[in-house]
Structure formats: structure tokens, C-alpha cells
């Protein structure tokens, strides 16, 4: 519960210290927003005293030009005259437009009107052509009201315009004063957040560094006294090693430090060690690699190893001596690959036995059945196994097997799939040989067969094989079984036709004197 306790505070200071960082900067952002939003009203304001200012600067213009044409009547002050009330109409509009209370849209339109009246009284007065002294009496009388109420409400706008900056202005500094105490508040909440963060981790540290210096000497304890061949390697060298090294390789600890690691490794697996390394530089980690070492004592034991590179160059491995297993796994596999033969191979002749054929057959009947070509198969029985057994003895009887099979070898090609099926029965079948091949494959046989009985002047039997053929059909599937059946009827048959041959050659001519 304490250790939780010294973790999460922490923590919980540095998301408070978030916060109070987050509203520091969410105050500055409000006072620049606020300033800048005053700024803009003061501007404003500021802008619409000046039109104001304008407005009455162009009434004036507007009176003077008026009054110079009156008395000197020059056409040039009639243009500038409508320059300068085209003016002073545009700019009420706007005023208008931007009138900020309802006191200021009354004054405007009174402006407006009271323009109206100046221009219908100032038209009149450029119409008539009446004396200097009839001119100024007209302005006096007329003219002159309509003129004093025009500054009067400018006048008044101005004042109002004048307020309205004012009251701005104090509304601008309320803004940026009372932004400047948020944000100053944040501020000091950010702090005050901070050093009480500063303090926890300080304290959390210091934790962390005791828990870490106890978790260094149960791993060193571990790594003492580990079974398992553990190493932190580095540069080509062993930078540290535990005592399981020593019991297992027979070497020192100084010894083992003190060679590059590759020349413990047995030489035909030094480079794929050395892709290893070179791999690991990269980013990938030994899982299950295995290597030799050399003991002391001249021998290599086999190491499996589970390892990885540090950013830092450092490689951390972990590796167990498997000899024991790795030797027992050799004897299995040895141990299996003799049952395995033992359960598909003939012991007599080397050929495959029954099982055997009838897996190589079966799998090549699927894909005779997938490629629609027929399969031709052969029967052989070697002739007189039963005479030889009992004249000359079992002995005999098994070389005149292996002879026939050697003979049965030589006629068919590798590819061909030849099998004992037990006794004197043979079974071929030959992979690539079409129906037009029977006649010459079975008197290849029989030609072997001579062959064989010339080679010995006194024999100790005489070498006899029929053969049987028949073809598999694809278009019309059968079995393994019944084309063996059919393979060897055809077989006996051969073997009836040459026993009748030989009856009737063994018969004496009888012939009519």
C-alpha cells in the first residue's frame, strides 16, 4: 500500500501541475483575447469620435465654399461645394450605420434633415442674383439657424462619441487588470503545484534508487547462482559471466574473459555466430540458436541461447548445455530412421516391401488419375523358389531372391517403383512406360536372365522369372488391390504358357516311318 502510495503521489502532483499550467496559459490566452477586444472597442470608438470630428470639419468647408460663391460667384466653388457635401453625406451614412445607441441614430437623422434644409436655403440663395448686402442678411436670417443646430447636434454626438472612448477605455484597463490577477493566480498555483511536485519526486526518487539498488543484488544473487550459463557480452568479449560457465566449459573466469568469445566457438559454426551478432546489431533477438563450445578439455559442448542487444551495444544472453539432448535426439533419429526403413524396406532384397509399394503406388495413382495417363504394372514371381528351398537349402533360396531382384533392378529404370511383396512375388510399377513397352521391358527381363545363368559354368541353381503385365485405366478407376490381381493372373498365365513350352520341348519326336 505504501509503494502505491509513493507513486501515485507524485503523479497526482504532476496532473495537477498540468492543470495549473493549462490554466496559466488559458489566462494568458483570456487577457490577450481581453486586451485585444478592448484595444478593438477603444479603436472603434476612437475612429467614430474622428468621423464625428470629420463631419463637423466638412459642415464648415461646406459654409465657407457656400459663402465665397455667394459673394464672389466664382463656378469654381460650386464643384467643390458638392465634393464636399457629396462628403458629409456619405459620412453621416456611415454614422448612421454605426450609431451605438438610439440617441446617437436621432441625432444623426436630425443631421440629416437639418442638411436638407441648409441645401434648399443655399440653392435659392445661388439662384437668385441678389446683392452682397441682401446675401448676408439671407444667410443671418436663414441660413445661420439652420447652421447652429447642425453644431449643436454635432456637437452633442461628439460628447456622446467622447463618453462612449472614456467608458472604453476604463472597461479596457478593468479587463486588463482583472486578467493580470488570473493570471497571476494561475501563476502562483503553477508554482506552488511545482514544488510540491519537485518535493515528491525528490522522495520518490530516492525510493526508487533503494528499490533499485536491491533489485541489482537479487539479480546479481540470481545470476550467481543460476544453473542456466548466463553473459553480458560486448565488443567480441565476455563482459561478465556466472560460475555456471566455469562448471560447464572447465575454463576460469579470467580465462574466459580474456578471449574474444568466437574462439570458443567450434570453427564450422563461428559464421553463423558472427550473422547472429551482425543480425542483432539490427534489432533481432536469438531465440533457440545453437552452437559449439569448446571445453578445457578438448571436447564441444552444445549451448542453446536465448539473446538480445541492448541500444548500448550490450548483449545479454542466456544459454543451457543441451549436449545430453542433443545426442539423444541423434539416437532417436538414428533409431527412426531404421524403424522407418525397417517398416517399408524388404530386409532381403532392399526393395520396397508391400507397405511400402502400396504407399508410392497410391500416391502416384493420384496423380495418373489427375494427369488421365494409364499406369503400367508388373507381376514377377521367381520360378522354382520351393526346389531350390529344399535341395540346396533356405540359404540358396534367399541368394536366388536377391539375384532376381538384382535382375528386376537392372531391367526397370530408378524412377520405376519396384517392391518384394514376400516370398518369390515381385511387384513393379513403371512410372513412365506405356502398353507399346510391355514386350520389350519383359524381354529386357528375360535377357537379364540369360545373362545372369551364362555367367555361371556351374550354378548353384538356375535363375527362372515370370512376369505379368496389366494397365490401370484412368477413365475407369479400380483399386491398388484389384490391379495387382490382375497383374498377377496374367502372370501365372506367362507362367502356365512357358511350363506347357517347356513340357513339349522335353517331349521326343514322333514322327510316321
Avoid at 434648399?120 to 437668385?128: D, E, N, P, S, Y
Avoid at 486588463?176 to 510540491?196: D, H, P, R, S, Y
Avoid at 528386376?408 to 517403383?417: G, N
Avoid at 506347357?500 to 514322333?510: C, I, L, N
Wanted: glycine letters at 6%; one cysteine or more; proline letters at 3%.
Amino acid at each position: 500500500m505504501t509503494s502505491r502510495v509513493w507513486v501515485r503521489t507524485p503523479i497526482a502532483l504532476f496532473f495537477a501541475a498540468c492543470l495549473a499550467i493549462g490554466a496559466v496559459v488559458v489566462a494568458a490566452m483570456t487577457m490577450r483575447e481581453a486586451v485585444r477586444h478592448s484595444d478593438e472597442v477603444v479603436t472603434e470608438k476612437a475612429l467614430s469620435l474622428g468621423q464625428v470630428e470629420r463631419l463637423r470639419a466638412l459642415r464648415e468647408r461646406v459654409s465657407r465654399k457656400v459663402r465665397s460663391f455667394l459673394l464672389l460667384r466664382d463656378e469654381r466653388f460650386l464643384s467643390e461645394v458638392a465634393e464636399a457635401e457629396l462628403a458629409f453625406e456619405e459620412l453621416l451614412t456611415e454614422l448612421k450605420s454605426g450609431a451605438g445607441s438610439a440617441r446617437q441614430r436621432q441625432l444623426v437623422e436630425h443631421l440629416a434633415e437639418r442638411e436638407q434644409a441648409r441645401r434648399r436655403v443655399t440653392k435659392q440663395l445661388i439662384a437668385a442674383d441678389t446683392e452682397a448686402n441682401t446675401v448676408a442678411h439671407i444667410l443671418e436670417s436663414d441660413l445661420q439657424p439652420i447652421l447652429d443646430a447642425m453644431d449643436g447636434a454635432i456637437k452633442e454626438l461628439v460628447g456622446l462619441h467622447q463618453h462612449e472612448v472614456e467608458k472604453a477605455r476604463r472597461e479596457s484597463a478593468a479587463t486588463f487588470a482583472n486578467a493580470t490577477i488570473a493570471l497571476g493566480a494561475a501563476a502562483l498555483a503553477a508554482l506552488l503545484v511545482a514544488a510540491l511536485t519537485s518535493l515528491a519526486l525528490g522522495k520518490t526518487l530516492r525510493r526508487i534508487e533503494g528499490r533499485a539498488a536491491r533489485l541489482e543484488r537479487e539479480r546479481n544473487r540470481f545470476f550467481e547462482i543460476s544453473l542456466d550459463l548466463v553473459c553480458i557480452a560486448g565488443d567480441g568479449y565476455f563482459k561478465q559471466l556466472n560460475p555456471a560457465f566455469e562448471a560447464v566449459l572447465g575454463f576460469t573466469r579470467e580465462e574466459l574473459l580474456g578471449q574474444p568469445f568466437l574462439d570458443f566457438v567450434h570453427p564450422d559454426d563461428r559464421e553463423k555466430t558472427i550473422d547472429l551478432v551482425s543480425r542483432m546489431t539490427q534489432g533481432e533477438s536469438a531465440t533457440d540458436f545453437e552452437n559449439r563450445y569448446r571445453c578445457k578439455n578438448g571436447e564441444y559442448k552444445w549451448l542453446s541461447w536465448h539473446a538480445t542487444q541492448e541500444p548500448n551495444g550490450a548483449i545479454y544472453a542466456l544459454g543451457r548445455d543441451v549436449s545430453e539432448k542433443k545426442a539423444a535426439a541423434a539416437r532417436l533419429a538414428a533409431l527412426n530412421e531404421e524403424l522407418r526403413i525397417m517398416a517399408v524396406i524388404d530386409e532381403l532384397t532392399g526393395l520396397n516391401n508391400r507397405r511400402g509399394f502400396n504407399l508410392l503406388a497410391e500416391q502416384h495413382l493420384k496423380h495418373v488419375q489427375r494427369t488421365q495417363e494409364p499406369a503400367l504394372f508388373f507381376f514377377a514371381d521367381l520360378d522354382g523358389l520351393k526346389q531350390i528351398n529344399d535341395k540346396q537349402g533356405h540359404d540358396a533360396g534367399d541368394a536366388a531372391i536377391r539375384e532376381a531382384a538384382k535382375v528386376l533392378t537392372a531391367a526397370f529404370r530408378s524412377a520405376d517403383i519396384l517392391a518384394r511383396l514376400g516370398g518369390d512375388e515381385f511387384v513393379i510399377l513403371a512410372t513412365n512406360a506405356t502398353v507399346e513397352n510391355t514386350a520389350s521391358i519383359v524381354g529386357r527381363v528375360q535377357e537379364l536372365v540369360a545373362e545372369y545363368n551364362a555367367s555361371k559354368p556351374t550354378p548353384a541353381f538356375v535363375l527362372a522369372i515370370s512376369v505379368g503385365s496389366t494397365t490401370y485405366d484412368p477413365a475407369h478407376p479400380e483399386s491398388l488391390e484389384d490391379v495387382l490381381k490382375r497383374a498377377d493372373q496374367m502372370m501365372y498365365e506367362q507362367k502356365a504358357r512357358r511350363k506347357a513350352a517347356a513340357r513339349r520341348a522335353a517331349e521326343p519326336s514322333a514322327r510316321p516311318n
